[in-house]
């Protein structure tokens, strides 16, 4: 092929070299553009972004931890307050029971005793009441069994004095 | 200009194979360097996406340099790709040289003239362009008289320089280096055979190598900040 070709004529402009160049810098360029520079710069601008937006949510995510530490901070306080207005309140009905139970367990008492009490006295009434009605009914029986029998004179005397003594006792 | 190189002749317009071969040859190294090192994109880098992340960030920052930041985000793929290019295309020549017959096929295409001013010529009617079309023809054409009127010839004349020497700057550093290469080359191989001169060829050739690819380097780099200067001259507000 070389043949053909003629030995450079020494001062000739190579035009056609220079058109040769210029369109085929621009169909590289075009074919760089497309499959090397045009990815590359694009994955480059990705990180950017994406370095970018994490630095963002990483601010954000800092924040977020702050506020929910605080919220939790107090929280806890409140938690604690309450849990000592918990014990405060069973504190105070524990007392409050405490008094109710032995206010009752005393008025209890009382009542039992006043009951027992009233028992004994009524019992003793009782007790009394057919002690008298025995003795009545004795003395009557006694006095009938004496009055059936002849009466002595000292008997009767006996008998009077006893009476009367007994009338001066009454 | 070119020389002793072979040329044909399409649609009346003179190529270079040499240009054309060499040319093709970086433009399918550039490609496929960059659709390998962009595959398999993560959101966290590994390995060869931080390669090209380390270059996107490197010439984010040469262009970011020299402009107002509003426009920065708008020129940086121009700047990246100018400089993957022209880094490229200048260590090529370095890694690989390949004649046929006497005469060159295969060097840097940044080596050559025609080419750099190509360059040259294109980035200084883009900065032209975008000079327009940010400011209006108006405040675009008042620029040459600033600060004063009388300056006129001077602004144009650093219009032409800036063209020129963007150009030949790049051109310069990296014929001087292949030359150099082939004069050191042609001390191992004097008459085409292997000599004793190779002994001190040897370690001169791995030395000038390896400033090249440094002068490669920095000729793409500079390369780079003087079109994001010419591009934030034209565009920004005084």
Redesign the interface.
Known sequence: MFAQSVLAESNSLYVGDMIFYIVSLVILMLLVKKFAWGPVVKMMQDRADKIANDIDSAETSREEATKLAEKRESELQNSRSEAATIVGNAKQSGESQRTQIITTAQNEAQALKENGQHDAEQAREDALKSAKDDVANLSIEIASKIIHKELSASDQKALIDSYIEGLGKE | ???????????G?????T??LS??AV?AI??FL??W??RK???K?TGK?NV??WF?DFTNGIVQGQMPAEFAPRYS?LG??LF??IFVANQFGLILQFG??G?ELLRS?TA?P??TM??S??IMVLTHFVGVAQKGIFKYLKGYVKPYALLLPINLFEEFGNFLTLGLRLFGNIYAGELLMKMIAGLALPDGHLSLGVIYALPLSVLWQGFSVFIGAIQAYVFVTLTSVYISHKIAEE
């Open positions: 200009m070119g020389g002793d190189a072979y040329t044909f002749k399409l649609f317009l003179m190529f270079n194979w240009n054309v040319g093709l433009f550039v490609f960059l659709f090192l962009s994109l993560t959101m880098p996406q090209l992340e996107v793929f990246f790709f993957i290019f046929w017959g005469h295409p050559d025609v080419i190509t360059l010529f294109s």
